[in-house]
């Protein structure tokens, strides 16, 4: 299916009547020939066609249209400029173009082409059996002029299909302005394929449509593909430009020329980049008019300046400005703007004194009072940095006492005096007073070659009766420490300044905190009524103050100052603490301090030093130069000593003083409790109660060694003496600790009699079994003899011949017999072989006890028994947690 070219042609002609416009090709050069193929009708101001008119000539300054029906502006759109009907044959005209500075002429001839009406063909179906061939249609570009004033409904295109030749075919359409917003825009003739537009449209609301046409046969068989076809809707320009509500720009005066102000933007809803967007800005009027300030570039709408403006001559301008568009044609849309432009003040204008010279007075020893004050004026912004006053005292002054500050209200000067003129030494000073502005002047104001403004300023000086005078106010001098009382001592002066004498002055003290001085009334000279001490809480920085009252006949007075100060003496020994506390787990000694109340030249560095008796005790490690730390020696227990330290200052003058160290079993010193003290000295050295404890025990001890060396003597001698009930000193085998054989009934006999037997010193007790002594051991003793070889047993010993009952239990003298002669053996054999290879059956390791034992591990520095843990390490003192820490880790 394919659209017919009689559907074009019958559309309907009137005002913006709608057109369609195909360029078909420029032939060789574009400067030659142009076909535009037009409706047979157009109306006036009706858009025929553009044309590239670059492509011709790039510098043309002049267009021309051959025909007066027709008219070309410079984008190269070609306008009617009346009503024409054309001819079935084709029109032609030419586009003269010509440029004035190269003197180049070059044309363009245009054809328009009116194609001719064809009727459309009636179809009927010829054959019922349907051999359909789809196929895509080629979209036809079509076009609406926007606000068209119809009338509608108005034909805009026909769609055709091939397959109408041969069969019945029905056409219809959808997409927006069918079944989608805007409904019912356009609608199509099922028949014949023409699509007609029913009202005006709005460009700037919907540029274009998209909708899809369709053929199909009355059963509802498609012959060919949808058909996208493409309604652009052709601009008309019906929108003005549009500038912002307000529009304000600010500009400094004295601006260079051609300094941007500010760029103005109009907006057009029209097409863009089409001539009804193209907009033209001009300048239609400046308040005030003269002399012009500003310009406007007419394209980008940017205002410069083309005259630098002042401030001070008009502040603010107001321009009116126009946008058009039609690239600024007469018949283009226009609309206004009224902008403001707002000079910013710089500071170009110096402030100049309303007076040249100004005299004023005031009395002399008059201080803080205002005495003159001063006007300017500034042409410049008032309340601104740029015209606020700075006033300057540039000569006359040399004495600081004047000083001149600006009213922030008013903006003048006020001259004030801050420090007493005399009489008697000046009768009037000449000030030379200069005033300029907060911020400095503007480069150009510095080219005009303006300076700074200044005026003169007479002060005539008052004379007045005047009081004593204290100069100066401050009095030292120098006084010995230790200075007895009753001493005389010169004092503070004051004098008359109208005689330059102190006769007739009286004084009086005002301060003397510690009451040290008592002052002589005419002649103000100080007697001490106390030794002077430079170490007193009242000296600072060796210096005593007294504050001096003077008073003339008239009753006027003046204060001044006397300032003794006190030469230090070496009247003060080091003195060090009392205390000092040292913890045996800590880092550190104890720190000892020593402070001396004299100056620097009779203080530090300090000498420390201990007596050759106690320095078999303690030890000094010098920390700075005024303290050092002490340590203990070994073998010194915990307790409090009283140590002698001897102190000196740096010219060997000091004393001896008492240290009391605590020496503690602490980690802290704050965990030290004790407070006895304990004096040692090698001549006499006193026990303490552990010390007597030790000797007690041990003295105990060695009475318990000698019992058992006569014990073991009399052994010797004395009838053997075995104990009924010996259970408790049965022999086991113990060659090994563990694992091994538990012990249980099987091997050890239990006593059935017990019997106490005594002989001489020995007891015990002992066991009857059918009237003879026994002891119980284990079955299978074994003693290796080197004589037989190999191993014995007490029951090979016995022999197996005696027909025991209990092979568990044997008589003493058996177990004598068979065990000293083979004891005996061994020990003389470990004393004659190096080796000690006969005893490798009784040197046995202890550092493996086994796993699973019975009984618990045996410790050789332990009497705890197994049941008792290690509870007791948190309820120690402070001074054994050290120990328990200790005994915990490992």
């Keep these: 299916m394919a659209p017919t070219p009689g559907g074009a042609l019958r559309s309907i002609l009137c005002r913006h009547l709608l057109f369609s416009l195909l360029v078909l090709s420029f032939f060789c050069d574009a400067c030659k020939k142009v076909v535009l193929k037009v409706p047979s009708h157009l109306q006036a101001d009706t858009l025929v066609g553009r044309v590239n008119l670059e492509e011709c000539l790039r510098s043309a300054d002049l267009i021309h249209s051959s025909d007066p029906d027709f008219r070309v502006l410079e984008d190269g759109s070609v306008y009617t400029t009346k009503n024409i009907e054309l001819p079935t044959e084709k029109r032609t005209f030419d586009i003269l173009l010509s440029d004035s500075q190269k003197e180049e002429q070059k044309k363009i001839e245009i054809a328009l082409f009116a194609p001719e009406k064809k009727i459309p063909v009636k179809r009927h179906a010829k054959d019922k059996a349907l051999k359909r061939t789809k196929r895509r249609w080629a979209p036809i570009p079509c076009s609406i002029m926007e606000n068209s004033l119809g009338p509608f409904p108005q034909q805009i295109q026909q769609i055709q299909s091939d397959s109408a030749q041969n069969y019945t075919i029905y056409y219809s359409i959808s997409g927006p302005g069918v079944d989608k917003e805007p409904f019912n825009l356009f609608y199509i003739d099922r028949d014949t394929g023409d699509i007609f537009c029913t009202r005006s449209v709005d460009r700037e609301t919907y540029d274009s449509f998209q909708i899809t046409g369709y053929a199909t046969t009355p059963d509802g068989y498609s012959t060919d593909l949808p058909l996208p076809l493409l309604i652009k809707v052709e601009d008309d320009n019906d929108n003005a430009p549009c500038f912002e509500d307000m529009i304000t720009f600010n500009v400094i005066e004295n601006c260079r020329v051609g300094t941007s102000v500010g760029q103005v933007v109009a907006t057009d809803r029209d097409e863009p980049d089409t001539l009804h967007t193209r907009l033209k800005y001009t300048i239609l009027k400046q308040i005030p008019e003269n002399p012009k300030h500003f310009a406007i570039h007419p394209d980008t709408g940017v205002i410069t300046t083309i005259l630098p403006p002042d401030r001070e001559t008009c502040p603010t301008y107001k321009l009116h400005v126009e946008a058009r568009d039609m690239a600024g044609q007469s018949f283009g849309l226009s609309s206004t703007a009224v902008l403001t432009i707002d000079i910013r003040d710089e500071n170009d204008n110096a402030p100049t004194f309303r007076k040249t010279s100004y005299v004023t007075e005031v009395e002399e020893n008059k201080i803080n009072v205002e005495i003159l004050r001063m006007d300017i004026e500034d042409k410049d912004l008032p309340n601104t940095p740029h015209s606020r006053a700075k006033y300057i005292i540039l000569k006359g002054n040399e004495n600081g006492q004047f000083q001149i500050t600006t009213d922030s209200n008013t903006n003048e000067g006020i001259l004030c005096v801050i420090k007493p003129l005399d009489y008697e030494a000046t009768r009037q000073v000449i000030l030379q007073v200069g005033v300029v502005n907060e911020a400095e002047f503007s480069k150009g104001t510095s080219s005009r070659g303006i300076t700074t403004c200044t005026t003169s300023v007479i002060v005539n000086v008052k004379d007045s009766d005047e009081g004593p005078e204290c100069q100066p106010p401050v009095t030292v001098i120098a006084s010995k420490d230790g200075m007895a009382a009753g001493k005389e001592i010169r004092g503070y002066t004051a004098r008359d300044p109208e005689t330059h004498s102190s006769e007739g002055l009286r004084y009086k003290k005002l301060k003397d905190e510690d009451n040290w001085f008592q002052i002589d009334e005419k002649t103000g000279n100080l007697v001490t009524t106390k030794v002077l001490d430079r170490e007193s809480r009242f000296v600072k920085n060796d ?29 003060h020994f080091p003195e060090i603490p009392k205390e000092v506390t040292i913890c045996r787990h800590g880092d550190e000694g104890g720190i000892i301090e020593a402070v001396d109340h004299d100056g620097p030249t009779n203080g530090p560095p300090f000498q420390f030093s201990l007596d050759n008796q106690f320095s078999k005790f303690w030890t000094l490690q010098k920390k700075s130069d005024t303290s050092v730390i002490i340590h203990p020696k070994e073998g010194l227990k915990s307790d409090v000593y009283s ?60 009475l318990c060694v000698l019992f058992t060396c006569f014990c073991v003597t009399t052994k010797k001698t004395v009838q053997k003496c075995f104990p009924e009930d010996i259970a408790q000193q049965n022999l086991i085998v113990s060659n090994t600790e563990a694992p091994g054989e538990e012990v249980m009934e099987a091997n050890i006999r239990l006593p059935t009699q017990n019997t106490n037997i005594c002989t001489g010193t020995l007891c015990g007790q002992g066991t009857k079994t059918g009237g003879q002594q026994s002891f119980e051991m284990v079955k299978g003793y074994t003693l290796e003899s080197t004589k037989s070889g190999g191993h014995q047993t007490l029951d090979s010993y016995k022999g197996s011949g005696q027909g025991l009952v209990d092979t568990g239990r044997y008589a003493y003298t058996d177990w004598h017999s068979f065990t000293q002669p083979r004891l005996g053996e061994k020990v003389y054999h470990c004393g004659q072989d190096e080796e000690h290879k006969y005893s490798k059956d009784y040197v046995l390791s202890y550092n493996y006890e086994g796993k699973g034992s019975v009984a618990g591990s045996v410790g050789c520095c332990s009497d705890q028994q197994d049941e008792e843990g290690l509870e007791f390490l948190d309820h120690l003192e402070p001074k054994f947690r050290t120990l328990a820490k200790t005994c915990i880790k490992k």
């Excluded at 005593?544 to 230090?568: F, P, Q, W």
């Excluded at 605590?662 to 004096?679: A, E, F, G, N, Q």
């Design 643 to 702: 140590v002698p330290i001897r102190v000196l200052d740096r010219h060997s003058k000091g004393q001896i003083s008492q240290l009391q160290v605590r020496l503690c079993d602490c980690t802290l010193p704050s965990d030290c409790k004790m407070t006895h003290v304990r004096d040692i000295t090698p001549s006499n050295v006193h026990l303490g109660k552990w010390a007597i404890l030790s000797m007690v025990l041990g003295s105990a001890l060695l």
């Design 543 to 571: 210096q005593y103050n007294v504050t001096v009252l003077a008073t003339d006949a008239a009753g006027r007075s003046c204060t001044g100052t006397l300032v003794v100060r006190i030469e230090d003496e070496n009247d």
